[in-house]
């Protein structure tokens, strides 16, 4: 009976916000950029970006520590984070430029919160700090700023970020276990080439790990994408890896071979949309390994609200315990470009599974009411490739299910708020494993401030 309770009380909770707000869309012209006061000859521009968050479970990993008594084990804590950045354009007299970028960010974790999310704790210490040049308009034929070269702490993702999206760790000594404010790689040198529909990037990139995990994980790689239109992206990327020995040798001299198409190739159905993406790893037995993903998407956008529905199958795969060669997947350094993309499900993707030795079937409903807010409900079905690998005993596929159910209210220009209500339950898998039956309850409520 819990589970039909809550679907009901989350189709409720959206539905009264989109009516309350219903008059509140954003509005539609792109306020000045803030002036920073600092003499010319340099463009400045001031950011500060900041957020707040309250989390909370309910029988936290599918546990009660009282097994047999009615009692809810519960546990809640809070995050917090700042990020003020400066940045600048220096127009040359070739019409190029020269740029850089300089912020901070200062994060807490406070209230009590959970092993899975690390202690409290908090930190303030430089993100961004980069400097870069571009052709601007040099070269015409090519393009406006045809080429383009930064080196310094600097984010950068490929793709919609299933293996590249996030230069930074958090949580830990850092803070800021969910908000993940830091993006910046430790290091980041990236030459980039984009003559018409075609982009061609050479990038090296070390990441910016935790001081107690220091794994030395650094790569380089070439990346193309070709823009059919505006509704067509294809790519291909090739990663070479590095780690310590000692700590990551699965990682150290590790190739990846990625190769995606994101598209809606059907001029008379452009609401219809498909997304298909291929990885493998290679690093001889050390790591032998592949995944994929296939999604396809329908909105119907003349329709009031705009009801979006997608099916996604996810997999990644895992290490077979019969053989000496080391299957499972690397799933590298994911980002979140969307509401379970890359990190599957506010509970499971979050806090007890990666993307390794998985399967997923995702199931998502989204709607707009108004320009305003966004919500959604979204179904996930959790398997295993290799039950072996997953614990002792472990003979069955099935993992868990989930529910989440997000609603992001973008307030106005400066000012947005997501709440999430998520429920799973587990599955064969996590039974045979710890003998853990109890649902695992989440919600979250995050306030987030950009200027």
Do not use: C
Request: proline share 7%; glycine share 10%.
């Amino acid at each position: 009976m819990v589970l039909p309770r809550l679907v009901l009380a989350l189709s409720i909770m959206m539905l009264a916000t989109a009516v309350v707000v219903r008059a509140q869309d954003v509005p539609t012209d792109k306020p000045a950029p803030p002036s920073t006061g600092l003499p010319s000859p340099v463009d400045w521009t001031f950011n500060l970006d900041a957020a707040w968050g309250g989390f909370g479970f309910g029988n936290s990993l599918f546990t009660d520590p009282k097994e047999g008594v009615p009692q809810n084990f519960g546990q809640r804590w809070m995050e917090g984070f700042v990020k003020p950045a400066l940045s600048g354009v220096y127009k040359l007299k070739s019409s190029t430029e020269l740029y850089g970028k300089l912020s901070a960010a200062g994060e807490r974790t406070y209230a009590s919160p959970p092993s899975l999310v690390g202690p409290v704790e908090s930190s303030f210490l430089p993100e961004d700090l980069s400097i870069g040049w571009r052709s601007g308009k040099a070269f015409e034929r090519l393009g406006e700023n045809a080429l383009d070269f930064t080196v310094g702490r600097a984010p950068f993702t490929v793709g919609h970020g299933l293996l590249l999206w996030d230069g930074a760790a958090e949580g830990g000594s850092r803070g800021g276990y969910w908000s993940n404010a830091r993006k910046a790689f430790a290091l980041a040198a990236i030459a980039r080439f984009k003559p018409g529909h075609h982009t061609v990037e050479s990038f090296y990139l070390k990441k910016d790990d935790l001081p107690e995990h220091k794994t030395g994980s650094r790569l380089w790689g070439s990346n193309y994408e070709f823009r059919l239109g505006e509704t067509s992206t294809f790519g291909a990327t090739y990663m070479k890896w590095w780690a310590k020995p000692d700590v990551r040798p699965d990682r150290n001299e590790l190739n990846v071979f990625n190769v995606r198409a994101y598209t809606a190739p059907i001029p008379a159905a452009k609401d219809l949309s498909f997304e298909l993406e291929y990885a493998a790893e290679r690093n001889h037995d050390a790591r032998h390994s592949y995944a994929w993903i296939a999604q396809s998407a329908y909105e119907f956008s003349t329709v009031a609200w705009k009801p979006k529905l997608t099916y996604r199958y996810a997999f990644f795969q895992g290490d077979d315990p019969a053989t000496p060669r080391n299957e499972s997947f690397d799933p590298l350094f994911p980002g979140f470009s969307d509401w379970g993309s890359w990190w599957q499900g506010e509970i499971a993707g979050e806090y007890f599974l990666v993307n390794s030795n998985l399967g997923s079937h995702l199931v998502r409903a989204h709607v707009a009411p108004t320009k305003a807010i966004g919500g959604g409900l979204m179904f996930y079905k959790f398997l295993l490739d290799q039950p072996g690998s997953y614990g002792p005993g472990v003979t069955d596929k099935n993992l868990a299910l989930e529910l989440d159910a997000y609603t992001d209210w973008k307030i106005n220009r400066h000012f947005t708020a997501s709440v999430v209500l998520a429920f799973a339950d587990p599955q064969r898998a996590v039974q045979q494993s710890s003998n853990r039956t109890a649902n695992f309850r989440y919600g979250m409520v995050f306030l987030a401030y950009s200027y």
